[in-house]
């Protein structure tokens, strides 16, 4: 799509096509990161804590978690931001920006494992992934456009009763769950309820992201 609007030479359509997908990646990504964060630890301990894998390597992995989970905001940019690039027939500025990052990231990494242990490698990773979209998105500015970022915002901030609502549910829904069902299930159910409510609220909220997905 971004191939055919640039080849037409239709940048504003371009700049709106991209907007609109980084709204849309929002809209997903978000209660993905919500809910990465909030029951990180029911996640551990549901997949891992088996045999050998303590309640200790529970804690230690859900941190690990946690830090993804704000990584995944940014990783999932990139990939609108990149394939902008990509069409324009640029694909050496993202390569050489992810060169850049990776040489960061090989430099800080053992520095960073060896003052915070493992979720030290987490942050080290999170660390590359928002210096790669950050750089990306500057390029983007300069020599694509601006991507709308007011409208972005405003989309998130349509969407913070439902990242809201959908936390505070699985939050305090874990503990009676975990009690009264196996924990799979039990994280299975927190992760559902969780779900509907945001797309629930959201469209109770009259996200524009929400009419759109529900078309997909």
């Not at 990646?25 to 804590?49: E, H, K, S």
Request: with cysteine.
């Amino acid at each position: 799509r971004f191939s055919e609007l640039h080849t037409a030479g239709e940048r504003t359509h371009f700049l709106h096509e991209a907007n609109a997908a980084v709204r849309t990646m929002l809209y997903l990504m978000l209660p993905a990161a919500v809910g990465m964060r909030v029951l990180a630890g029911p996640l551990t301990q549901a997949l891992f804590m088996h045999g050998a894998f303590t309640a200790a390597d529970a804690l230690g992995t859900s941190q690990v978690l946690q830090v993804y989970a704000v990584m995944l905001l940014f990783s999932s940019l990139s990939r609108v931001t990149a394939p902008a690039f990509y069409a324009l027939k640029n694909t050496w500025l993202p390569a050489s920006v992810a060169f850049f990052v990776l040489v960061i990231y090989i430099l800080a990494g053992p520095w960073m494992v060896d003052h915070y242990g493992l979720p030290g490698l987490a942050r080290a990773t999170a660390t590359a992934a928002i210096m790669n979209i950050v750089l990306l998105q500057i390029f983007f500015h300069f020599l694509i456009g601006p991507l709308g970022y007011p409208r972005i915002f405003a989309s998130i901030f349509r969407l913070l009763p439902a990242l809201t609502i959908m936390g505070v549910f699985c939050h305090f829904a874990w503990p009676p769950l975990s009690q009264s069902l196996p924990r799979a299930l039990a994280l299975l159910v927190a992760v559902a309820g969780g779900a509907a409510i945001y797309f629930l609220v959201s469209a109770l909220c009259r996200s524009p992201e929400a009419e759109q997905v529900r078309k997909l």
